[in-house]
């Protein structure tokens, strides 16, 4: 099973651009919540708690309130870690398996 951020892309030959179906990550009482610090980027976090900062997105999925377009995090704001990581990982093969 592969973790990929793009796990769940799509692209027909009708396609000019590929899209991005994310899987969603609901609140559970594992998950972790932290108050953002002065220069925390989401790939410096996800390095920190799954130790591997490619999951980067997972915190960004979780957290609409940071938007889209950047890695920086703006300090102050309380974010939501979803885990375990292996709680991530269902959820990523649920979205396979639906495909």
């Known amino acids: 099973m592969s973790i990929d951020r793009y796990i769940a892309t ?25 108050i953002s610090r002065e220069l925390d980027r989401l790939d410096q976090l996800s390095n ?3 130790k591997d900062p490619r999951y980067w997105w997972i915190i960004a999925e979780a957290n609409p309130i940071l938007g889209k377009g950047t890695l920086l995090v703006p300090p102050g704001i309380q974010l939501r870690i979803p885990y375990p990581l292996v709680g991530v990982t269902k959820a990523l093969k649920d979205v396979e398996d639906n495909r």
């Open 48 to 50: 920190e708690f799954y």
């Open 10 to 34: 799509k692209k027909t030959d009708s396609d000019k651009y590929k899209s991005t179906k994310y899987p969603k990550f609901p609140k559970k009482a594992t998950d972790l919540y932290i």
